[in-house]
């Protein structure tokens, strides 16, 4: 039984360590998590927009279609790299935390990148 509970308590303690990487605040957690959303939100904007569009849009010509709200965060802005055929969202950190990431991109693919 002691056996069974130290695994049990081990792969929890991993999962934990998973969850909360590099020692990040909640905070951060949170703050990443909402951006994270907003870049998702953004690029299935992005891809709807392709659908009708044939090319990917620009971040005002998103918001101003209507396509999508493009949030402020206090400490993230948003850009975007476009081409017709591809397109990459940037969510840049500025504020002094320094466990925060530095900037979080999606690209046409869905894959999201932290650095």
Do not use: C, H
């Not at 605040?25 to 709807?48: F, G, H, S, W």
């Not at 990917?56 to 017709?84: H, K, M, W």
Request: glycine fraction near 6%; proline fraction near 5%.
């Amino acid at each position: 039984m002691i056996i069974v509970a130290a695994v049990g308590g081990y792969f929890y303690m991993q999962q934990m360590q998973t969850a909360s990487p590099g020692g990040k605040t909640p905070k951060v957690l949170i703050d990443v998590t909402a951006v994270r959303n907003d870049l998702l939100a953004i690029a299935n904007a992005e891809r709807r927009y392709w659908a009708t569009n044939a090319r990917y849009a620009a971040l005002d010509e998103l918001r101003s279609n209507g396509d999508t709200p493009i949030p402020s965060r206090a400490n993230y802005t948003y850009s975007a790299d476009v081409t017709d055929s591809a397109f990459k969202i940037i969510a840049t950190y500025s504020g002094s935390d320094p466990a925060a990431p530095k900037s979080i991109t999606v690209d046409e693919t869905m894959a999201m990148t932290t650095r």
